[in-house]
């Protein structure tokens, strides 16, 4: 029972890390139809930033809201400067600029800080977390499922109660009549991709207590919030985050009780699991088509 | 007199293929033009590359300014409401969040507030609907709804692309009522493309008749109305 608790809390720990991912991911797919590859680099390249931040003394708070912002920015400067020119190529073209995002990303965090793997504090104090009875989780996975989904929050009052957020959910659906009533749709999809990458900092800085700090750390973060995000479905960002909570969960149980799963295969599991939705249901659990009557 | 919009010259292209071919037309300040036609003639692209949705020449003059080199979103924001063909409203968002999109670009916060309910006056289906998904409402409503939309602009200028089509008479009949009342009550201008001619005579001051990307006959929708030569080769009734 202690064992069970403790997996299934660690999982929902690391499964809301993939759920901010994945609603990072979905936002941008609903707005352009793709998955930006380097959506986990980006994440990691911020979080170095917040690593920087700290290590010249800044409270840790303080350098998390710094570094949300910070990646609020470059997210809108790289939609800008490197999406907005080859918005309208083909999408092969646009895969291609992607994956030269990502690869980006990870040099430049490889030039500025190494290769070599660094510790990333937590926020939260390392001691167990009494849940109930004598049942304890780790404060840090307790912590950042209150961080996660105070975010989650956020980002849903963001667009469902604001006028800002309902022109963003305009321009994703229907572009050409979103500059019908006035919005600039251009500067829409840069402050999606802005709010994407903030969303993916926070996810960054998250999952690095956990990972250590490395600029490949990423990498697998990403491919289970991508399966996430598919299970749940990757035009609903809803489920995009229950997705990314269950594929948490999912992996820390499969590690724990298949035993010929364990800790090596649990990647293949995120492999399977993508294949899986894609043959069986393609608009994944939560995606529902919209009802259109003529 | 000089007119609300004013279009001279007016080219325009999809790629290479040529649509228009330097036309002219006008909407007086608080009045109703209208552009008739057959398929094909270059309606829709008109009203189209009045919003900067294509790429055009000639020159395109909104209250005194011109506006043919800017971007669609631009041109909104002077107060021109395009309702363009097959309704282009927000499927799935709700009647409500359909109509507050249409007041997006308004600085005046409590204005729009009292505004719901004057569209809603006009059309009261939306107000029992406005928490139903725009995509299930029936084809006149979300005719209702986008016209409804384009009001909370508080346009000055109104581009209608056929909101005739694929409605019942019935409906048809209703919708254009609501029209003339917009235009008598509010003074908003109008600029109206329809195939339903007889419709857009009675409701228009000013007509032109487009054939092929050319101008071929305008003037008052009276004169036009009254001409049966012209009404039997063009109009077809």
Redesign the interface.
Known sequence: MDLFVQQFVGGLATGGIYASLALALVMIHRATELINFAQGEMAMFSTYIAWTLINVGMPYWAAFFLTIIVSFAVGVLVERVVIRPVEKAPLLTIIVVFIGLLLTFNSLAGWIWTYTIKPFSSPFPDRPFGLFADITVRMHDAGAILVTLLVLILVYLFFRFT?LG??M??AA??P??????????GWMLALGWGLAAAIGSVAGMMVAPITFLDPNMMAFVLLYAFAGALLGGINSPGGAVVGGFMVGVLENMAGTYVPFIGNELKLTLALLLIIAVVIFRPSGLFGKP????? | MVALLDVKNFQAAYGSTKVLFGIDFAVQESGISTILGANGAGKTTALRAV?G?LNTAGSVTFDGGRIDDM???EI??KGI??V?EGR??????SVE?NL???A??RKDRDQVTSDFERVYDYFPVLRERRLQ?A?????GEQQMLAIA?ALM?KPRLMLLDEPSFGLAPLVVQDLFGILRQVNKNEGVSMLLVEQEANLALDLADQAYLLETGKVVISGAADDIKGDDSVRQAYLGY
Do not use: K, W
């Not at chain 1, 919209?290 to 003529?294: G, P, Q, T």
């Not at chain 2, 282009?88 to 968002?93: E, P, V």
């Not at chain 2, 995509?135 to 084809?139: C, I, Q, R, Y």
């Open positions: 006028p309902l022109a959910r305009g659906l229907n050409e009549s979103s500059r019908l009533v006035g919005i600039r749709v919209v009802v259109v009557r003529v | 919003c949705m971007a669609t979103e909104v924001r409401a395009h363009p282009g409203t927000f499927a799935s968002l969040d507050t999109l249409g997006y670009i998904q995509g299930t409402l029936s084809g939309r602009l």
